[in-house]
């Protein structure tokens, strides 16, 4: 019975698979949604577990260079993906309307479909918050591995959604999330400076 109920998924899952969009073959973790959840359960296990052992008997390390650098690359990143998703279709084509994904090989079609890769990507660079948050305020670490891990989780489910609509209606939440990580973002990064730059 396991054996048979094996085989059902694995045909469902290769189904699946065979539907995904073909422009994305070959792409870094678009083949499965697989290394995306070893990743976030890897992830889960250094916040929760690993990380506060580790850090357990120490003191903070002193990062806020490095914090801003981090907040100020992540401002730029997302003022770029916020350009790219602007000229690939939300500001030179799009109708704010169901949208269909143009499946083309377009020049717009391929710049909107790195453009999503890119934004998807971009959720695992932002894992780093917790891991330096978790050297830093204890206390936030649950909060901001549960915004991640549902973050990713979502991303999880956009390997999906970005293996079969890579475009569209479907990218104005990234689009959103982009223009509110440059405000947030350049906020951490102020804040990172220190007191000086606080007024």
């Known amino acids: 019975a396991f054996s048979n109920l094996t085989s059902k998924a694995i045909l469902l899952y290769d189904e699946w698979i065979k539907d995904a969009d073909p422009r994305l073959e070959g792409w870094p973790l678009m083949s499965s949604p697989f290394p995306t959840t070893f990743i976030i359960g890897t992830y ?7 990380g506060p052992k580790l850090m357990e008997n120490k003191k903070p390390f002193e990062l806020r260079q490095i914090m801003t650098f981090y907040n100020f690359s992540v401002v730029a990143l ?7 998703f602007l000229m690939s279709g939300w500001a030179t084509g799009y109708s704010f309307r169901c949208d269909i994904v143009d499946y083309s090989r377009s020049p717009t079609a391929l710049r909107m479909v790195r453009t999503c890769w890119l934004y998807f990507f971009s959720k695992f660079i932002e894992l780093l918050d917790t891991v330096s948050i978790c050297s830093l305020i204890k ?3 649950l909060w901001y591995m549960f915004f991640h891990t549902l973050a990713q989780n979502t991303c999880c489910n956009t390997t999906t959604m970005f293996c079969f609509s890579t475009g569209g209606l479907g990218t104005f939440h990234a689009l959103l999330n982009c223009i509110v990580h440059v405000v947030m973002y350049t906020y951490y990064g102020i804040c990172s400076l220190g007191p000086a730059y606080h007024k």
Do not use: G, H, P
């Open 44 to 50: 889960v296990y250094f916040v929760t577990s690993l």
């Open 139 to 141: 206390e936030l670490v």
């Open 78 to 84: 997302s003022l770029y993906m916020t350009y790219e």
